[in-house]
């Protein structure tokens, strides 16, 4: 019996390429497409598929609300995030919210396969560069969380704010930006602004402009 899918991405070609793979491999049965994740909790309500290629990040209805939506309706759809983010904040997000399996959009397409049947059959699936986050996150000690005000300072910092700007847009004092600044470094395991930001980024504590 064929695999039943539903694709959910907010890019078109993303969709097409992605229908084209599935219908021209034997085993496998596009039944819909959602361009958003309340699209796509639509359609799984109404199509029941085995498995939900769902992506991230879409305008709207993002994927993991859909996915906590899924969950929430007792839809028996296993979802599987296809997405190009590999941070640690989306993936334990995703997971969390009930996600079967995480791949990245450069997996090529047999993984791809072999994940969609995974998925079908209940089996949780990850591409190696996700497994390899996660279980890294899993062994590494528990980190001291950043305060709010600390990620407000970084997140200024990180749009190129100076020390005097930053301490003028939060209204406190350049010596008090510093020292949020330093215990950001201590929280995070780096030495300068820089590497600050970067890790913050990877670990998804901020985010980039645009999609």
């Known amino acids: 019996m064929a695999v039943t899918l539903l694709i959910a991405d907010d890019h078109p070609i993303v969709r097409d ?6 219908t021209t491999e034997a085993g496998f049965e596009v039944l819909g497409e959602a361009a958003d994740g309340a699209e796509a909790v639509r359609l799984a309500e109404r199509l029941r598929p085995d498995v939900v ?7 709207g209805t993002d994927g993991v609300t859909a996915i906590n939506e899924l969950a929430g309706l007792g839809n028996p759809a296993r979802v599987l995030v296809l ?7 989306d993936v334990l997000t995703a997971i969390e919210a009930g996600a079967t399996g995480y791949l990245l959009k450069d997996s090529p397409r047999a993984e791809l396969f072999r994940a969609v049947r995974a998925a079908a059959r209940g089996e949780s699936v990850l591409s190696p560069a996700v497994a390899g986050r996660v279980m890294g996150r899993l062994r590494s000690p528990a980190r ?5 005000r600390e990620l407000e300072v970084l997140d200024l910092v990180a749009a190129g704010s100076t ?11 350049e010596a008090t930006v510093k020292t949020h600044l330093l215990h950001a470094y201590a929280k995070l395991g780096v030495k300068d602004r820089a590497a600050a930001v970067a890790t913050a980024y990877e670990r998804g504590l901020l985010r980039r402009s645009g999609r």
Not at 53 to 59: A, I, Q, S, Y
Not at 144 to 148: K, Y
Not at 163 to 173: D, G, P
Request: a neutral charge; hydrophobic letters at 35%; proline letters at 6%.
């Open 83 to 89: 997405t190009t983010y590999d941070t640690d904040a």
């Open 163 to 173: 020390n005097k700007e930053t301490a003028r847009t939060l209204f406190i004092s």
């Open 17 to 22: 390429g992605l229908r084209g793979m599935f």
């Open 53 to 59: 290629l769902m992506d991230l990040r879409m305008p």
């Open 144 to 148: 001291e969380p950043l305060s709010r």
